[in-house]
């Protein structure tokens, strides 16, 4: 008998998944969870949008990351614009965003180098999350059909536990 990855891939179908049963169908998770669920990929968006904002201010060179507040006129009209003050590096979510280094071989003006370089760049982790809420928010008709979470419920516990401490310190600042 062989024994290694035939038997997991076969304990992986004889595996039981929980549902539940709504008004409307069948789900994946209890409602706490799908409520769970949600938070997370707010938070999980929210890291979005800050992973391209980081990668926005980046792209850019260091003397064009400022910002210049406009002089205005009695009437409100725009007269000029005051001294430049840099603009500070983005944050990113550290619950679902990581900052790498990656090996580059061309660089912003398109200069290609054989030996490389490293440049930091935002990498987002824990994508299943989409996947996840969206599998919990639309029921389906029949109990075999229904699409397992990727992580148990202790996992998503940890993992709401952290994106809510970091939605209270965004919060606070």
């Not at 060179?61 to 205005?72: A, E």
Request: charged content about 30%.
């Amino acid at each position: 008998m062989k024994v290694g990855e035939d038997t997991l891939r076969l304990d992986s179908f004889l595996k039981e998944t929980a549902m539940f049963r709504s008004r409307w169908g069948f789900h994946p998770c209890d409602y706490a969870t799908y409520r769970k669920l949600k938070l997370l990929n707010q938070v999980y968006l929210r890291a979005v949008r800050l992973a391209h904002a980081w990668a926005r201010w980046k792209r850019k060179d260091p003397h064009n990351r400022v910002s210049r507040r406009r002089i205005r006129n009695n009437k409100g009209q725009t007269v000029g614009y005051g001294p430049p003050m840099p603009l500070p590096e983005p944050k990113v979510c550290p619950v679902f965003s990581q900052k790498v280094f990656e090996k580059r071989y061309v660089d912003k003006k398109g200069t290609v180098t054989r030996e490389g370089f490293m440049e930091e760049t935002v990498i987002m982790i824990n994508g299943w999350i989409s996947v996840g809420y969206a599998s919990a928010r639309r029921p389906v008709a029949e109990p075999d059909k229904v699409q397992p979470l990727h992580h148990t419920a202790a996992e998503m516990e940890a993992l709401y536990q952290e994106a809510r401490t970091c939605l209270e310190q965004q919060d606070v600042e």
